[in-house]
Nanobody, 124 residues
Framework: QAQLVESGGGSVQPGGSLKLSCTYTSKADCMAWFRQAPGKEREGVASITIGTIHSGDSVKGRFVISQDDAKKTLYLQMNNLRPDDTAMYYC??????????????????????WGQGTQVTVSS
């Protein structure tokens, strides 16, 4: 069973950058970042699989998902951060290539494995 451990969260001012990391014990076909702010539903941020990357509309042009198989690490580079990016960020993984589908990758129900999360706070 895949184990996921996130790191890299913290506090940053608006316009700043952070890079999140998620180390995993075994690679899954689909990997993704989600986030959840207090009182809100968990939101898909970005997903990655062979040949396909998806990003949510609210982060396009600002966040970039990437993966280093040799290091068994998933990344989320976050630039031009805004206060509404404040949330707990989770790494998720699942077997199969579901996340190739534009109407499935952002649905948390399709992911089998989750990390414990890392907090990102954007505030002046």
């Amino acid at each position: 069973q895949a184990q996921l451990v996130e790191s890299g969260g913290g506090s940053v001012q608006p316009g700043g950058s952070l890079k999140l990391s998620c180390t995993y014990t075994s690679k899954a076909d689909c990997m993704a970042w989600f986030r959840q702010a207090p009182g809100k539903e968990r939101e898909g941020v970005a997903s990655i699989t062979i040949g396909t990357i998806h990003s949510g509309d609210s982060v396009k042009g600002r966040f970039v998902i990437s993966q280093d198989d040799a290091k068994k690490t998933l990344y989320l580079q976050m630039n031009n951060l805004r206060p509404d990016d404040t949330a707990m960020y989770y790494c998720a993984a699942t077997p199969g290539y579901m996340c190739r589908e534009g109407d499935m990758w952002y649905r948390s129900v399709y992911y089998d494995h989750w990390g414990q999360g890392t907090q990102v706070t954007v505030s002046s």
